[in-house]
C-alpha cells in the first residue's frame, strides 16, 4: 500500500488550498 504517498498528497492538497484562499 501507498499511505505515506498519500498523505503526502493529501499535506500538498492542504497547503495550496491555504495558498489560494
Not at 498519500?6 to 495558498?19: H, K, M, N, P, Y
Request: proline share 0%.
Amino acid at each position: 500500500m501507498e499511505f505515506e504517498e498519500i498523505v503526502l498528497r493529501r499535506c500538498l492538497r492542504d497547503s495550496t488550498v491555504e495558498g489560494f484562499k
